[in-house]
Nanobody
Framework: QVQLVESGGGLVQAGGSLRLSCAVSGSIFSINTMNWYRQAPGNYRELVAAITSGGSTNYASSVKGRFTISRDNAKNTVYLQMNSLKPEDTAVYYC?????????????????WGQGTQVTVSS
């Protein structure tokens, strides 16, 4: 029904930058919040950044001032610009969205996840 395709992860030195993207497609009616989560080995999956359909944003305290989330509603795509990267930012980053989708006999709200993309920051 709904697919989230992520790209942009990779290897970077501390202090460097990466830009993640996530494109949403499928039988979607509307997209509400779009989010980025991350999960490092031994840690719980945590919310990194969120953006509403109107463009309001929220960030985890650990990334505030370094990361910027944005979205292109015409392309159903969310981005995460990551600057001044630190080794502790190393994790698998997951795109997530809350959306209303069309079913055979109803419309419903659900949560969807991307497959994850690895971000590794070296000292």
């Amino acid at each position: 029904q709904v697919q989230l395709v992520e790209s942009g992860g990779g290897l970077v030195q501390a202090g460097g930058s990466l830009r993640l993207s996530c494109a949403v497609s499928g039988s979607i009616f509307s997209i509400n919040t779009m989010n980025w989560y991350r999960q490092a080995p031994g840690n719980y999956r945590e919310l990194v950044a969120a953006i509403t359909s109107g463009g309001s944003t929220n960030y985890a305290s650990s990334v505030k001032g370094r990361f910027t989330i944005s979205r292109d509603n015409a392309k159903n795509t969310v981005y995460l610009q990551m600057n001044s990267l630190k080794p502790e930012d190393t994790a698998v980053y997951y795109c997530n969205t809350h959306a209303i989708v069309r079913g055979p006999a109803m419309m419903y709200e659900n949560e969807f996840w991307g497959q994850g993309t690895q971000v590794t920051v070296s000292s």
